[in-house]
Structures are given as structure tokens and as C-alpha cells.
């Protein structure tokens, strides 16, 4: 029986190490910006798991939605009686309230928004507290009928599921980067049924990067995603796009005013959103809820097309079937709900708001020219695709997502270069005449965060420590023999660095070896009078010996170079790298060490 629990004992102990073996590898394996195999099979997974998510919060809500209104499918919120319309956003906000109140610890912000402070300054790192407070609280939100989308949420609950699979795996920061930006692209696809639009809009607003090894798994993820919403939600359009043709070039002029016009609505969307935050930026979250709650509830009394993601209304606006006063009612309704909800902190999305918004204001520029010029308009549903996809690239500073959104939803190349021309319009329209940025950015910075990404940043975030680090060391005590030196100086092409604890056994200080070598040289080691000066025949302390040397500060395996930059610009003298900085021992492994030339010359500095 002692036997056979020795075997066992010993099979376990090899599997572990095996395990931690391969892990090892992995690590450093990904540490370098051209893991693409790895990459590729991470991002596969990435999109099924944040698929599966999506599918499920769609479900949720969705089914909710059926059962609780009136009629079939999830948008009835028109067919509610005033006293309902009023109760479901009163109600959402109170249980917000009470989410924020007893659950947030602190989380304000959520949506695309939130990944992007995430990967801005936290290496893409995302919580389980986030991701719940996140997946009910936008459920709560849109089965209450507030005017938000469900693709910021979407963005969030794929960008999260990402970073919490490369944290479960302990993947080093550079690839959990990578597969949050799967995890978006994830999102994205099985939202609309657009897989390449979920890769531009990751890479576009998130990684803001185009390089080959986040390209692949993104698309992957992309693919994968899209798969899993077809399998269970089946593959039909978020919208119902009407055949289209654009008349002649005389619709030009047109497109260019729905460029214009549209960009002073992002410009106004933007600028609502700024002031409701700022002047609600005192208030706790709970209280601005309920009172976005009571808002979207008498709004929504008036107008009920407000209420909820509006989908129904974009498509009944495709067809031509509001009038022009009724069109021009909803916007500025939607306009107004959409600002308080975001803007009072509801945890809902803007793609969503900022379709509804664009399709209505391209059927009613259609509209205008049609009747005040004479012009013969092509159907309304092509103006108003064309507003929905300037709306989205001018609001949300993403042009390219925006343009292959609306190709991918009409499967018509027709769409291509008047999609390019209103598109480029209204976004120089809001950024150049209108100094407005990004919608995300806008959120970050009011709530007291900058967002000024650099090239630089971005390729010292593309690098994990473990890729760069110099591993030719040896590690010492302080005091050793004139023969132990002798020996360490003899081994020049093994090691470059002599790590020296101090006389506790802690690891603080680094000296090149070439600095022993030249003590050597200069000293005549082993001379009478240096064994007297050194108080022993045989034995001298590297920490008393004229050379130079440096302080040593942590860093975990799993860190990237802009980590490293960051210690550097606070003090760091040399990096000395550890599987984890926050728990390591003075007995800890040292993988190797890193010097600021070392990332200096990651991005040519």
C-alpha cells in the first residue's frame, strides 16, 4: 500500500511539473508579438465563449421582453398603456439603484467605455463583479424600456469574458490585450450578424492597431461567435434593409447635406452627454438612475418609440412609414432619452441610440429634398442606412466600423462610396468644425480619466516582459571567495549579471559581471595587501567593492513593456523578473532581469 501511494505520489508530482513546464513555455511563448498559432487557437476559444455569453444575455432579455409586453416579439413598448409605460422605466431604475447601492464597490462606468479604461490603464485586466453588474444591470435596463443599446453591453460582457479566460489561464498581459479585443469583435458579430464590422470596431476603437497578430485571432473569434448566434438565434439581419439604388449623381448634393446635418447631431448628442455628466458627477449613481428612470418614464408617455433598444421603429423608418413631423418628434425624443440615460449613468450602450438616430435623420433629410428641391430621392431606406452608418462613425469616431456596418447589413456594393462620402462628412463635421471627440473618450475624461494613447504605448503593450529579458544570471550572497570570483569572471559567456542578496538573504542589488571583472584586473585579487584590506584571506563582499551597482525592483512574468516603461519613469534602476511581483518570496525564481535599454529598444526610442 506505501508503494502504491509513492507511485501515485510521484505520477502527480511529474504531471504537475509537466504542467508548470508547459505553462512556462506558454508564458514566454506569448510574451512575443508573433505568437500567432497560440493567438489564433485563444481567439477561436475567446469567440465561442463570448458567443455563448452574448447568446444567453440576448436570450434573457429577449424572452423577458416577449413575456412581459403585450403582443409578439421583444419591442411592443408602443402597445403598453400609459400607466405600464410610465411603471417599467420607474421600476428599472429603482432596481438599478439598489444593484449600484449594495453590489458596484465603486464600478461607475461600465460598456465600451469601461473596456477601453481598461486597456488603457490596466492591461485589459476586467473583474467577475464587473461582468455581473454588467450583464443584469443592462438586462434590467433594457427590459425596463431605457432608451439605450444592447451592443455596449454586448461590447463589455465579450471584452470581459476575453480577460477572464487569459486570467483564468494566467496568460501574460500582452495576450489577454489580444483577447479582449476578441472578445469585442466577438460581441459585435453576434450582435448584428457582421463578423468583419466586430473585427474593424475591435481594432478600430480597442487595440487601435492593425498588426497581423491581433488580426488573426480577432477574425477567428469573429467567425466563431457569428457561428454560435446563427446556431441558436439563426442568422437574420438586425434590421430588414429594403432594395436600394441610388438614382443618379444628382442625389449627391443630398448625400452630402445628410453628411453635414448628421454630424452636427453627433456634435449635439456629444455635448448633451458631456453636460448631463458633468452636472450629475456629484450625485450618487444610485440616485441618478432612479431620477433616468423617471424621466425615460415621462418622455416615453409622450413618445413611447423611445422606449427600449428601437430596433422596430429603424426598420418601420426603412419602409417610409412615419411622416415628416412624426420622424423629426421621435429624434429629438430619442436624443434627449438617450442623453439622460447615458448620461445619468444607466449601463446601456450607444450603437444602438446612435442607429435610431441616424436612420431618422436620413429619412428626414430624404424627405426635405424631395419636397424643398425637387430632387428624385431614392427610397428612404438607403438615406436612412446611409445616417445610420455617418451617425456611428461620427459619434463614436470610428469610420471604417462604420462603413463595413452598413455593407454588411445591405450585402450590396452600391453602398460603398455614398456610405464613404456621408460617412468622412459628418465625422469632419463633429471633430473638425465641432471639436468633438469620441463619445467613449468624452465619458472617460469627464469622469476624470485622460485617454491620449501613443505609438509608442501601443507597441510596449504589444510586448510581454518574458520575450526581452536577459536570463544570463547567477545569484550570490555578498560575501564569496576570491576563487568563487575568479570562477563566475571564467564563465563570461554564461553569465551577463550577478544578482546579490543583501545580508537578510532579500534580492536587492544587481552588478554587471563585467564590473567583477574589471575589480579583478584593477585589484590584483589575491595580493597580500588586498586579503589585509578585505579583513579575510580568502573572502571580500560584493556590496563594498568599488564598482557599479543598481537597486533591483520586481516585476511579474506576466507584465508588458509599457508596465516596465511605468517602473522606469517612477525610479526603477533594473527589473528583475518574478512569476508574480505581489507574492514573491526571497526564494522566488528569477527568470531574468531587464534594463531600461532593453525596452528602449522595443520601440527605437
Partial sequence: MTFLCSVVYALINSFKNKISKWTEQTQFRLATPDALLQLAVLGLLTGIISGIVIVLFRLLVEETQDLLLPGNGSEGYERLSMGMRFLFPVVAGVLLAFLFYKYSKGIRVLGIARVMERMAYHQGYMTIRGFCIQFVGAAIAMIGGHSVGREGPHVYLGGAAGSLFGQFLKLPNNSIRTLVASGVAAAIAASFNTPLAGVIFALEVIMMEYTLAS???????????????????????????????IASFAEFPIIILLGLVVGAAAALFNQMLETISI?????????????????????????????????????????????????????FAKLFATSICIGLGVPGGMIGPAFFMGALIGAIVSLIAAYFFGVDASDMGFYALLGMGAMVGASLQAPLAALTAIMELTYNPGIIMPGMLTIVIAQLTASVMFKKQSLFVSMLKNNGLDYDISPAMQVLRGVGAASVLDNKIIRVTPVITQEKAIELVADADKFNWILINDDTGKLTTLMPLSELAKFIQTSALGSVELKEEMGHENEFNLLEIPANRMQLTPLSLRANLQQAHEKFINGAEVLFVVFNEKTAQDSSRVYGIITKAMVDASYKI
Avoid at 457569428?226 to 429594403?242: D, E, K, Q
Fill in 279 to 331: 452636472r450629475a458627477k456629484g450625485i450618487q449613481i444610485w440616485w441618478r438612475v432612479i431620477t433616468a428612470g423617471v424621466l425615460v418614464a415621462l418622455i416615453g408617455l409622450v413618445v413611447p418609440e423611445v422606449l427600449g433598444v428601437g430596433y422596430d421603429t429603424v426598420n418601420a423608418t426603412m419602409f417610409g412609414a412615419y411622416s415628416f413631423l412624426t420622424l423629426v418628434t421621435i429624434l
Fill in 215 to 245: 488580426f488573426v485571432p480577432v477574425m477567428l473569434a469573429a467567425v466563431s461567435a457569428t457561428a454560435v448566434s446563427n446556431i441558436v438565434l439563426g442568422s437574420s439581419p438586425a434590421f430588414g434593409i429594403p432594395d436600394f439604388a
